[in-house]
């Protein structure tokens, strides 16, 4: 059964770093895209970053572009974004998803597989 857990969320300050990993069971990352999205109240699940282990492309939208990078452990089978620099707008719940093609456009209607998610606050 495949899943996908992510972990490493939490309350910090503005300026504030995590990182944030996702866990793969139940399948091999090697013939899957990656990505991270976010979702705050009241607001669309956005894409942040992929990774597509395929090819080992990388993509960053807009959003946080400058301030996070993605990389994975394939011998852990783990995806993990560095976010740097944060900000109160940061504030969401941050999900990992899976789906077996490249990155595609990053959007959440692409990913077939979705971990619970993991929150993420940023406030003073």
């Known amino acids: 059964q495949l899943q996908l857990v992510e972990s490493g969320g939490g309350l910090v300050q503005p300026g504030e770093s995590l990182r944030l990993s996702c866990a793969a069971s139940g399948f091999t990352l090697d013939y899957y895209a990656i990505g991270w999205f976010r979702q705050a109240p009241g607001k669309e699940r956005e894409g942040v970053s992929c990774?597509?282990?395929?090819?080992?492309?990388?993509y960053y939208a807009d959003s946080m572009k400058g301030r996070v990078s993605i990389s994975r452990d394939i011998a852990k089978n783990t995806v993990s974004l560095q976010m740097n620099s944060l900000k109160p707008e940061d504030t969401a719940v941050y999900y990992c998803?899976?789906?077996?093609?490249?990155?595609?456009?990053?959007?959440?209607?692409?990913?077939?597989?979705w971990g619970q998610g993991t929150q993420v606050t940023v406030s003073s």
């Open positions: 990774i597509s282990n395929s090819d080992g492309n990388i």
């Open positions: 998803a899976a789906r077996k093609a490249p990155c595609g456009l990053l959007s959440h209607h692409e990913y077939d597989y």
